[in-house]
C-alpha cells in the first residue's frame, strides 16, 4: 500500500472519474460521496448523498455521477438522482 487516505465510514466502489485524475469513494454509513487526489494522497471534497450509497457510474459524458444506494425492499418515492461534482 503506498498510501491510506481515510475518507470515510464504510468506504466502497471506489473508482476512477472520466478524467482519470480523481478517484470518487461510496462511504455508506455517512451517506456521502469523496472526491480524491490519488496523486496528492488528499480528499478533494465530500458531497452528502439521500442514503447509503453502494456504487456509482458516470455518464457517457463523464458531467454526471448516478449513484446506487442499499436500501430495504419496500418502495422509496423519489430516489432517483444524479450527482455533478464537475464546477
Known amino acids: 500500500m503506498e498510501a491510506a487516505i ?13 478524467d482519470k485524475k ?5 462511504n455508506q454509513f455517512e451517506n456521502t460521496v469523496s472526491e ?7 480528499v478533494l471534497r465530500t458531497v452528502k448523498v439521500l442514503r447509503e450509497p453502494k456504487s456509482a457510474v458516470f ?16 418502495r422509496a418515492p423519489g430516489l432517483c438522482g444524479s450527482l455533478c461534482f464537475r464546477d
Open 36 to 42: 480524491i487526489d490519488p496523486v496528492n494522497h488528499k
Open 6 to 18: 481515510p475518507t470515510g465510514s464504510g468506504a466502497c466502489h471506489p473508482m476512477f472519474g472520466p
Open 22 to 26: 480523481t478517484i470518487y469513494v461510496c
Open 59 to 74: 455518464s457517457k459524458d463523464g458531467k454526471y455521477m448516478y449513484v446506487t444506494n442499499f436500501l430495504p425492499t419496500q
